[in-house]
């Protein structure tokens, strides 16, 4: 039963609604799948599917293109209903030919609907009985066929033919029965319990007849063809040339700078805690800059018809010059492949995984189907504007990520602000979490670290040399402690103390380490914090969608809260490693819906960046 069907504009304005009498859809599916779907450029997906407690929704959308409208249809997800594409389609033909962009009610609709949504279940309905039909037959002959080769081989090996019935039609004889040892059914006997088959090797049959030995058959499978003889020839190989070792020459001169860089221990045993001179300096949180690809954009500025040249070549001047001064009546799809597969392939090289970069191709081959091609404009052109746009809207957060907003709104209601930094192994979060420690620091915020990764050994003197340098309290109990109540005591601990923010270090654990990940999903139950920061490389690829989409689905199955807290943002680490690879933001964004919110850049505790949008989509689009 179809619930609803809803046609919108991309603006969202309302059209025209049809509502199932008596049955009010729970939650709002139309309202998510915008939000999560639409405009997270995921619309080239077949469906979206719905979930809310009592109620499970799949939802279908189409899109007219050129008059910027959305067509959607709501239905129970439990019925899989055949017609809905169809309908979609048939509604989306009717409702273009009376649309005026001037009107905003369409009640002669109603009556047009119900009509075609009784052709298109009728159209279902045959479709489905002469697929119910067609089906017997089928199973009648494979039953009949079966019969017939059963009987083959159930007396092939038995019967015998008499003289005349074997002399009659002597060549087509021979040709019958060298087929029938071909196929195995029926195998000729001498009388002597010898049956011949059809390779010229002769089987011992216990029964002397000329049916197979089942159990025989059996063993020789079981033995895995032991039997046959084999010849290994070892080839002969020539033994490689040894390599003469050069004698190490060892500098027993003593080095002139010092390795130790760790802070001097006065004579009385206190540790002097007073910050660096490397540490000195205001973080580059508060720049506006974060990616050095401004000479590339120059470049690239100075000839804008470097790709129409390119492309001019290939498809010949007059064609590329006639199809950009006449335009196009409608764009197709076959129309936008090769541009989109350039895009992909493009979006691939920096990093991009593979999967993202397809369903972006996807989404935007779907909202320029069908699209009018203006005059004096190139699909290659049209294609590119479209997929900077989705990829400006995919990197732009939808919420604030106001940090320090959200620091001073819990320190007027009297709690401090917890941020938990999770993450696989050796990405960094302990040395991010000190300069996100420092950043705080120059906003006159107090801070507090909690060591609460309790497994890698040397992780609490880690977090506690930072503490040291950067002169921040730090709550710690050892190793082998359960972290989610080191945490929960470290909050207490803020609270007495007065500090404003506390950021919870947790260990390094792979996306498929259950127990691990239980232990993390506890902390993150128990502690309710207000900040969970995946904390990744910028240098993974395909991984980055491994690793978040894991982390996500452990932190929802292994909650026992009914609404399980996910990852809020992303801290991504080791930014100025990667060059113009930057595609690995545009992964984690995507399958996370999280934003990312700082980009680390460096080893000191300045460096510390956000993320610039527009310089990353240039740099994906090069």
Known sequence: MLEQLLIFTRGGLILWTYKELGNALRGSPIDTLIRSCLLEERSGAASYNYDVPGAAYTLKWTFHNDLGLVFVAVYQKILHLLYVDELLSMVKREFSEIYDPKRTVYNEFDNVFQQLRKEAEARAEEMKKSKQVSKPVNNNLGKKQGQVQKGIIMNGGNQKKSGAESGKDGGDGDKVKSRALENGHSNGSNGNGVVVQANGKENRSSSGS?????????????????????????????????????????????????????????????????????????????????????????????????????????????????????????????????????????????????????????????????????????????????????????????????????????????????????GVNGVGKSTNLAKVAYWLQQHKVNVMMAACDTFRSGAVEQLRTHARRLQIPIFEKGYEKDPAIVAKEAIQEANRNGSDVVLVDTAGRMQDNEPLMRALSKLIYVNSPDLILFVGEALVGNDAVDQLSKFNQKLGDLSPSPNPRLIDGILLTKFDTIDDKVGAALSMVYISGAPVMFVGCGQSYTDLKKLNTKSIVKTLLK
């Not at 805690?273 to 508060?286: K, L, N, R």
């Not at 090769?338 to 081959?365: F, G």
């Open 210 to 422: 000329g049916a197979f030995d089942v159990n025989k058959l059996q063993k020789l499978r079981s033995k895995g063809g032991k039997k046959t003889d084999t010849t290994v020839v070892k080839e002969s190989k020539a033994e490689p040339t040894k390599k003469i070792k050069k004698n190490r020459v060892w500098d027993d001169k003593p080095k002139e700078s010092k390795l130790d860089f760790t802070d001097p221990i006065s004579e009385n045993g206190n540790e002097n805690i007073a910050v660096v001179a490397a540490v000195q300096g205001e973080s580059m949180m508060d720049k506006e800059e974060i990616l050095s690809s401004d000479s590339e954009t120059e470049e690239d500025e100075e000839e804008p018809g470097k790709d129409s040249k390119v492309e001019a070549k290939k498809k010949g001047w007059f064609s590329s010059m006639f199809q950009s001064i006449a335009g196009k009546a409608n764009l197709e799809k076959a129309d936008l492949e090769p541009a989109l597969k350039a895009l992909k392939d493009r979006l691939m090289t920096k990093n991009v995984a593979e999967e993202i970069a397809e369903k972006l191709c996807e989404s935007v081959a779907a909202s320029l189907e069908g699209k009018k091609l203006g005059s004096f404009t190139r699909i290659s052109s049209t294609v590119q504007t479209a997929m900077e746009e989705a990829l400006v809207r995919i990197l732009t957060p939808k919420r604030s990520i106001d940090i320090m907003r959200d620091v001073h709104a819990a320190k007027e209601q009297g709690k401090p602000y917890v941020v938990v930094f999770v």
